[in-house]
């Protein structure tokens, strides 16, 4: 075969006269990828308006690439839209975030086999739009006014679309798969829960450093004030007045019990009083969903957080107020509290207090001891920032990094979204005592005010930095998990 004239050099000759010789095998790959990079140059490679498929939108979720059925699909495309919007509706009811949603429909409709599928979500509300091609489109929207604790019902969901994805359920199977997860009772009945309520506020007074009398009367008023919140509830009182009256109520039964020396920790009494009226979980949806591109849910979730906070210092400042009217004494919010129990005694007591959490989230009797787990080390972490000095407002979010990374580990090998793990074990991070302190100097302290100001602001920023911190831990376990998102799925296909 003859050289090609561009495979060839020239090279002066001793009579004059040129000469060619051919290129060896490396120069004529450096002359190629010389070539290619020029040609990146000039030409650039996709175009940046060029579309991208919303089959896209599941990298890094559990239901990447999804089994897609192919033939016969489009006929019964409204059933698929509907179950779709069903499934959506559930998730948000239990407490998912818009991203979990949306990857979900997304791979749903991909793995029934519908395509030219637009998802579109908005704080209490689903739309879907299916618009094939040559085809009248259809457009569904779905709207979500309640919501529920139920983790072990979002745990059944999203098993169920892990078994859609890998391709061993049909859309018959999987409706009533769904139905089933909505109308199966929850794990824990009421007294349970009621009684997890108060078991995990007497635990949490102990860990901040109250007495064995100051656990027993958080352990008495949190029963009382669950059964409050509870028949509240049944009269349809509005969440936030619901909240108010719940935080009066433990701020005032605790002042009243310190006015009659029946206790001396007050302010600790408040805070397991309070902490489990936190709205954690919509926090750290609130937070995932502003991080993942949804602005409009997450400012209605953020919108719905506040108030909620609103109430609570609402019924901490109303206790305060009737407090100082009936001639009780002013309490020293200034105090500390030295550890009244061993580093291994109130390990124990954070696993039981987390485990506690999760009986009142219904979460599953498998997930109770692995979250348990991922709160203590959370824990470990809090206690080893603060030892190195990394301060009050870090070290939380440290913690709560570790928290979002095993319980994105943790829940996948246990087939359920991260979300029903984190959330509990974090629940210990947030800073009951400041935001307890900062609003007794708000309302009672009128000369330190802006001292109690302050104080909101930093228990605002430790809040946002736990949750912060939990959907950053979720992000970097992400690389970490693809193997076990691909063993879950292998599973499903071999039942």
């Not at 999203?158 to 061993?168: P, W």
């Not at 935080?247 to 408040?270: D, G, N």
Request: net charge positive; with cysteine; aromatic share 6%.
């Amino acid at each position: 075969m003859k050289d090609r004239p561009e495979d060839r050099r020239t090279r002066p000759h001793t009579d004059g006269l040129p000469k060619t010789e051919p290129l060896s095998p490396s120069q004529l790959r450096q002359n190629a990828a010389a070539k290619r990079m020029l040609r990146r140059l000039v030409q650039g490679e996709n175009p940046p308006t060029a579309p991208l498929s919303i089959v896209d939108r599941l990298a890094g979720s559990p239901y990447a690439n999804p089994l897609i059925q192919v033939g016969g699909v489009d006929t019964s495309a409204r059933k698929t839209l509907d179950f779709s919007l069903h499934l959506a509706e559930t998730m948000f009811r239990y407490g998912a975030g818009a991203l979990e949603v949306e990857t979900s429909i997304i791979a749903v409709t991909a793995a029934l086999g519908l395509k030219n599928i637009e998802v579109d979500i908005t704080n209490q509300s689903v739309a879907l739009n299916y618009s094939p091609k040559d085809q009248t489109p259809i457009t569904l929207l779905r709207v979500v006014r309640s919501w529920t604790n139920n983790y072990a019902g979002l745990a059944k969901v999203h098993q169920l679309v892990t078994d859609i994805v890998a391709g061993g359920v049909g859309r018959d199977e999987a409706i009533r798969r769904l139905d089933e997860a909505i109308t199966s009772p929850k794990p824990f009945p009421r007294w349970m829960v009621t009684m997890a309520f108060g078991v995990f506020a007497a635990l949490y007074v102990g860990v901040l450093g109250g007495d064995p009398v100051s656990s027993a009367v958080a352990f008495v008023i949190n029963i009382g004030v669950s059964l409050l919140a509870r028949r509240l509830g049944r009269w349809r009182v509005p969440d936030f007045f619901t909240t108010a009256a719940c935080s009066f109520v433990v701020t005032f039964v605790a002042l009243l019990l310190w006015q009659f020396k029946l206790t001396s920790e007050p302010a600790i009494v408040v805070v397991g009083g309070i902490l489990l009226l936190l709205p954690t979980g919509r926090l750290v949806s609130s937070v995932q969903d502003a991080i993942n591109g949804f602005p409009v849910t997450a400012a209605g979730r953020f919108l719905s957080t506040i108030l909620t906070f609103g109430a609570l210092v609402a019924g901490i400042a109303a206790a305060f107020v009737l407090g100082s009217m009936t001639g009780m004494p002013k309490i020293d919010v200034t105090t500390t509290f030295a550890p009244a129990y061993d580093l291994w005694v109130l390990v124990i007591f954070i696993a039981v207090a987390v485990m506690a959490i999760g009986i009142t989230e219904q979460t599953t009797w498998k997930l109770l001891v692995p979250t348990a787990a991922v709160g203590m080390a959370g824990y470990l972490v809090l206690l080893g920032a603060e030892s190195l000095g990394i301060g009050d407002r870090f070290s939380p979010a440290l913690s709560a990094i570790v928290i979002g990374l095993l319980a994105r580990v943790v829940a996948l090998k246990m087939g359920a979204p991260q979300l029903v793990v984190a959330v509990p074990a974090a629940l210990i991070l947030l800073p009951g005592l400041t935001i307890f302190r900062s609003m007794y100097v708000l309302t009672i302290e009128e000369s330190e005010i802006l001292l109690g100001a302050g104080g909101m602001l930093n228990a605002g920023a430790i809040v946002l930095g736990a949750a912060a911190g939990i959907v950053l831990g979720d992000t970097l376990a992400r690389p970490l998990t693809r193997s076990l998102a691909s063993n879950e799925r292998r599973r499903a296909r071999r039942r």
